[in-house]
């Protein structure tokens, strides 16, 4: 189970961490095991099993020291640099499983070979074959689960994946020794304890230098193997060409891409994260507005949303508490804990469930005849989603329709809900997946007009999907005259987005548009079909 973990995490700053990822890891595992069962099995039947034994877990032990080392070279050999989005899909899948099966399927077949092996070591004088393998698939359950907590809490949050790899390659290498010694062959003993330790010295660098190189002319300012995921911050070049430099917050990152990001000689981030915030305004509540961010990262969403808007209110959520300390230490987040309570460590959609808002409170106010400029202090005036638990994959539970109703249940009569979402084009399987979902909690019957919209961000393969409650959402030209009454600039990228042409149009339900619920939602078919419209270029 370490190196299983272990591998996922060790692949993730190259090919990602994605669903299909963890299939690759899963299936070479299961395969490289069955296969060291049967030739394991076989062995065991002629004999010197100790001996046997001590060679297979030494193997497996000094292959386990070598995956940290190998891995950036053949990674560097599969992946082209500049690799595009749309080209990627094909390439990261591949790699990443031609990768896991170079580097991980040996010594995990070693380590399957092992067991029968244990069986026949076993004395044969006290203990039958039955008790022998009872005993060693009982020992061998109780090391897994060991193995999954001890990897996922300790190991790799306190020394990283490397030394983990290390870790467990010296004391399989270490047990395969005492073994061998045991059955008094000592030539392969001194060999095991020559190739391990060669491995050790060879990956003394390894430790010592970053897990992934920055791309010229980026920055490598931090890097984070937490329990949750791999971050990195790194500084770059503008690539707008205004001077100065940004960070990018990537987690998991297998292309040049980031999940937060602060550009201090802009006012704002710029990107979705412009439109996500400007979302807000739909609400019409222009002072002392309630949001809520779900997925708030180092505070990208929230720095727009004080240019926005006047004296917010936020509650922003982030699952992973070593984002937040990034945040504060290269991006600029304490900045905003003036008006923002960041809520870190739990999961948005069991955060939101917790917060306190009371929407009865407002109930009695027709929507028509609610003051714009009223603030609502017992409930959310805009719930803004930006969550990706990889980097083009949102969590299906954030996007279904008890987590939409429970938005709708959190928000005051006019507030908004409104989701980022990664996708090409209108006709994108994941985006229409989502509106038609919202428009299910938001719209039912189709409603006229529609509550239901859907902004594109130039420049970027996002969508911002929104829905208000209780009431329609303001034309493109309404929302150009709330924008001069807040006092911003109607001409700014944002303004121009939302009200220009082809920048906003209203959800119009299809029958092959899928229904998400908590029960059933195929976002792993759904994103796999989004991707496919990037491969073809669309």
Known sequence: MVLELASVRALAPFFGASTEIWTSAIGVVLFALACGYAAGGALAERGRAVRALGIALALAGALSCAAP??????AKLLLPANLALGDAISVLRGGALITQCAIFAA???????????????????SIGPGRAAGLVLAFSTLGGLAGTFGTTYYFIP???????????????????TMLLACDH??????????????????????????????NDPATLLAEVEGREQYLRAIEVNDPSGAAGRERWLQVSECLDSFQSLDAPARKTPGHYYDVLAAASLFSGVDRGARICIIGAGTGSVARSLAEMTHEPAVD????????????????????????????????????????PANPVANASVPAETRPESAPSPSAFDAILIDAYARQVEIPYHLVTREMFALCKQKLADGGIVAINVSSFGNDDPVLRAIAGTLSSIFAPGQQKPPNVAILNVRRDHNAIVIARRGSALPTPAR???????????????????????GGMFLYEPAASDALLTDDCAPMEQLQARSLQLATRGN
């Open 479 to 501: 929302f150009l005259q709330k924008v001069r009454q807040f006092g911003l600039d109607p001409t700014t990228a944002v303004a121009q987005c939302i009200a220009g042409p």
């Open 185 to 214: 062959a000592w030539r392969p003993a001194v060999t095991v304890i020559v190739i391990v330790g060669v491995s050790g010295y060879a990956g003394k660098q390894t430790l010592q230098g970053p897990v992934k190189d920055c």
């Open 316 to 355: 922003a959520v982030e699952v992973d508490s070593a984002v937040v300390d990034l945040g504060r230490r290269f991006f600029r987040l304490s900045e905003l804990e003036s008006f923002t309570k960041i809520h870190s460590g739990i999961d948005g959609r069991l955060a939101l469930q917790y917060l």
């Open 69 to 74: 080392i190998a891995l950036p070279r053949i």
């Open 107 to 125: 010594p995990v077949f070693l380590l399957g070979f092992a067991n029968p092996l244990f069986v026949k070591a076993l004395p044969g004088s």
């Open 158 to 176: 306190q020394f990283g994946v490397r030394a983990t790899l290390f870790g467990c390659g010296l004391a399989l290498g270490g047990l395969g």
